[in-house]
């Protein structure tokens, strides 16, 4: 089992499957990571050598911020955005929709579960 950035990846998925396990690495980057390495699209975890290995994890380690940095900075620059008490940052801090979303229906997922409201029945 392949160890990078912290993350167990599956052994028996594609290379550029299993960098997906990674958060911060989607589609576009594990293709690009592939491409740096050289490693053709169609390998398997199980057929690296450590070698390859250990250059996938350099490349990742040197070109891109993933899993606790990454997480890291999100949660700062939500916190950055709540301290400086503007419109986004005062949603964060409610719980509510930060992008705009309509919240008199739907928005239940960052509203939590309904609240019943007393004498509301018609």
């Known amino acids: 089992m392949a160890r990078i950035a912290g993350v167990n990846i599956p052994t028996n998925k594609r290379v550029v499957i299993a ?6 690495i989607g589609e576009k980057f594990a293709n690009d990571i592939t491409t740096k390495v050289g490693i053709p699209a169609d390998r398997r975890v199980n057929e690296l050598t ?3 290995v250990i250059q996938i994890r350099e490349a990742i380690d040197r070109d891109y911020v993933v899993e606790g940095d990454l ?3 999100v949660a700062m620059n939500i916190k950055r955005l709540m301290d400086l008490g503007n419109y986004r940052g005062l949603r964060h801090r409610r719980g ?3 992008r705009g979303q309509r919240t008199h229906t ?3 997922t960052r509203k939590g ?7 509301k029945k018609k």
Do not use: F
């Open 19 to 24: 960098l997906q396990y990674i958060h911060g």
């Open 50 to 52: 450590d070698a390859e």
């Open 71 to 73: 997480r890291r900075n």
């Open 96 to 98: 509510l929709p930060v």
């Open 106 to 108: 739907n928005a239940r």
């Open 113 to 119: 579960p309904a609240k019943p409201i007393a004498g």
